[in-house]
């Protein structure tokens, strides 16, 4: 009979050791998930980050885009200069180009223009 007490006092100390072992790997535990938290926390703020620096990199590089268009609007101006020249009185086409039209509109002229813009 005290033999039997003795073991169950040992079982019970015994137990008594694991779950002291569980409660400090429950600890543990506990500060990997904060740490994943923080992590995870950490993550989505730099993709944010990155995210923004990529949209305006994206913004930066359509301007450029944009930018060599208004390179091609020197074609238009071109036809603008033309246009002018046209109004001022003067051929524009290959038929009677610089010549004074004397007031009469030319359809070659016209055709021209039309095709150009
Ligand atoms: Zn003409």
């Known amino acids: 009979m005290n033999m039997n007490k003795k073991e169950l006092f040992e079982q019970v100390s015994d137990m008594e050791a694991q ?12 500060t990997n998930l904060g740490e994943m938290l923080e992590e995870n ?7 944010h980050h990155l995210r923004n620096r ?12 944009t930018k060599q268009d208004e390179q091609g609007d020197a074609i238009g101006e071109g036809y603008d200069n033309l246009a002018r020249l046209y109004e001022e009185g003067f051929h524009i086409c290959n ?3 610089g010549s004074p039209r004397k007031g009469e509109d030319c359809l070659f002229c016209l055709m021209f223009l039309n095709k150009a813009k």
């Not at 779950?19 to 506990?30: A, C, N, P, R, S």
């Not at 990529?54 to 885009?65: D, F, G, H, P, Y």
């Open 19 to 30: 779950i002291g072992q569980l409660y400090e790997q429950l600890g543990d535990l506990k």
């Open 41 to 47: 926390h950490r993550l989505s703020l730099e993709n």
């Open 54 to 65: 990529l949209e305006k990199e994206t913004a930066l590089e359509q301007n450029l885009t």
């Open 95 to 97: 038929v009677h180009f």
